[in-house]
Nanobody, 114 residues
Framework: QVQLVESGGGLVQPGESRRLSCAAS????????MSWYRQAPGKERELVAL????????KYADSVKGRFTISRDNAKNTVYLQMNSLKSEDTAVYYC???????WGQGTQVTVSS
């Protein structure tokens, strides 16, 4: 079955960096575009970043453009989200998702606070 396991979250101070990982299994990872979403308290889940299957084409939400970088390692079935210059408004639970599949992992909490 499809499994998505996010990790790497935690408490960070404003301006710091963090890298999230998502280990995928149960499907042909290299054939799917992958994405990161986030959901802040009281808000709807929003798309943060997307990377195509071959890894060459990426898209970002305006709110994270220039600060976050999505990447993938198809040999490890893993997608990453490098987050730099973190702000308090980045506080959320972060999820990864394969484009076209309606499966979600448990998410990983990122809290940006001094």
């Amino acid at each position: 079955q499809v499994q998505l396991v996010e990790s790497g979250g935690g408490l960070v101070q404003p301006g710091e960096s963090r890298r999230l990982s998502c280990a995928a299994s149960g499907f042909t990872f290299s054939s799917y575009a992958m994405s990161w979403y986030r959901q802040a308290p009281g808000k709807e889940r929003e798309l943060v970043a997307l990377i195509r299957s071959a890894g060459g084409n990426t898209k970002y939400a305006d709110s994270v453009k220039g600060r976050f970088t999505i990447s993938r390692d198809n040999a490890k079935n893993t997608v990453y989200l490098q987050m730099n210059s973190l702000k308090s408004e980045d506080t959320a639970v972060y999820y990864c998702k394969a484009l076209g599949m309606n499966y979600w992992g448990q998410g990983t909490q990122v809290t940006v606070s001094s």
